[in-house]
């Protein structure tokens, strides 16, 4: 189901609840419906893709696995798979699913053997035997969870729904344009898709993109309360407008490429973390100054910005000056590597703190 419908309906609610005891506002109901329409959000809820990332939250604790046929063995597959997010690293679009009777072709086709980060180090992984066990769990498990796990899940998520439509959809072009502005970014009329799932694994954030590399974002609104719901789908969406502009300039790119020109190898941890952190700050920053002006960092409530505190402890200072108008941007990116770059010479084991890919 395309949450454009659910949309729509939490809008009548909405309107319902709000109207004044004479006329249905109408009008003003299609007003809203059509800025959500335009905007450069596509929030979508889609049962399926809730039980790919339920089984996959299962997986990812030791708590106990409900009794539902297939359960057992669908955990078992997502545990071998190593994350939500390696299927789409195979290619394999799960948002392109409505019903697990579809998927058995797309998840047989993966590769028979990939390399993974498996229990702590590169090593390959039978990932068409996990894929195709995970897709049998799933086909025997649908039924069951629509019947007794979806009706709560769809609640709950139609609920988060709710807080994304009158909170942050009406502030939705301000905070597009603010992070688009300030990430030196194109502008985009790529309209971000945005699933919300009931569970999801930590951290709770996920970006895929398939060979077109238009970015599909996942959000577990168990992972993201309150404002940080808002935050997390504006991270998300940094993500897929990277992938919009990937190869064209903008701030994360150049950050990127200043690294690399300086010699810091691909693989490098600050290869990622130095722009992603960039995109943590300008999300949590947008919220607070558009959305909710009590808004905190998910890096400092979840503990992000802890796994890479010399990044964290250089950037915030300076991305801040930038966005409050008191440097220009390309003095807080200037800033920024020479910051890097001097404490990787100082101490060059301090920067490469352990940082599991959150929201890749
Ligand atoms: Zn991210």
């Known amino acids: 189901m395309r949450f454009t419908l659910t ?8 309107a319902l609840l709000c109207r ?38 299962l997986a990812s604790d030791s708590g106990k696995i409900p009794d539902i046929e297939g359960l057992a063995e669908g955990v078992d597959a997502a545990r071998g798979l190593f994350g939500a997010q390696t299927l789409a690293r195979l290619d394999v ?29 590169v090593q390959p992984v039978q990932t068409r035997e996990k894929a195709i066990q995970l897709a ?61 799932v009931a569970e999801s694994p930590a951290p709770g954030g996920f970006t895929n993109w398939q ?26 969406s940094i993500h897929a407008l990277d992938l919009e502009t990937k190869g064209k300039e903008n701030v994360l790119e150049d950050i990127r490429n200043r690294l690399k020109k300086a010699g810091v190898a691909e693989r490098d941890p600050d290869m990622r973390n130095v722009a992603h952190t960039i995109m943590f700050i300008q999300a949590a920053e947008t919220v607070r100054r558009f959305v909710d002006p009590t808004h905190k960092h998910y890096g ?13 402890k250089i950037e915030l200072p300076i991305w801040i000056a930038y966005l409050d108008g008191k440097i220009s941007r390309e003095a807080a990116i200037s800033q920024i590597i020479e910051g890097i770059l001097k404490t990787r010479k100082e101490t ?13």
């Open 136 to 196: 049998r769990a799933l086909m025997l498990i649908e039924k069951p969870f629509r019947e007794k796990i979806w009706p709560q899940h769809k609640t709950a998520i139609e609920q988060a729904a709710v807080r994304v439509t009158t909170k942050l959809i009406p502030k939705e072009r301000e905070c597009f344009a603010y992070i688009t502005k300030n990430l030196g970014m194109e502008d985009t009329d790529y309209k971000v898709p945005v699933y919300l």
């Open 93 to 121: 679009d799960i948002s392109q699913f409505e019903r697990s009777a579809d998927i058995l072709p797309a998840f047989s086709r993966v590769s028979e053997t990939t390399r993974l980060i498996a229990n702590g180090k």
């Open 7 to 14: 949309v729509s309906r939490v809008l009548l609610i909405i």
């Open 211 to 236: 060979g077109d590399r238009h970015g599909v974002c996942f959000v577990g609104i168990d992972n993201n309360k309150g404002s940080q719901l808002f935050e997390t789908v504006l991270h998300e």
């Open 348 to 360: 060059s084991s301090s920067v490469k703190t352990i940082t599991p890919a959150r929201r890749a």
């Open 20 to 57: 004044p005891s004479s006329a249905l506002p109408q009008a003003r109901l299609k007003t809203q419906a059509e800025k959500t329409s335009q905007g450069h959000l596509d929030v979508r809820v889609n049962a399926f893709v809730d039980l790919y990332f339920f089984v996959f939250k």
């Open 300 to 312: 400092d409530v979840a503990g992000y910005y802890a796994k890479v505190p010399v990044v964290a």
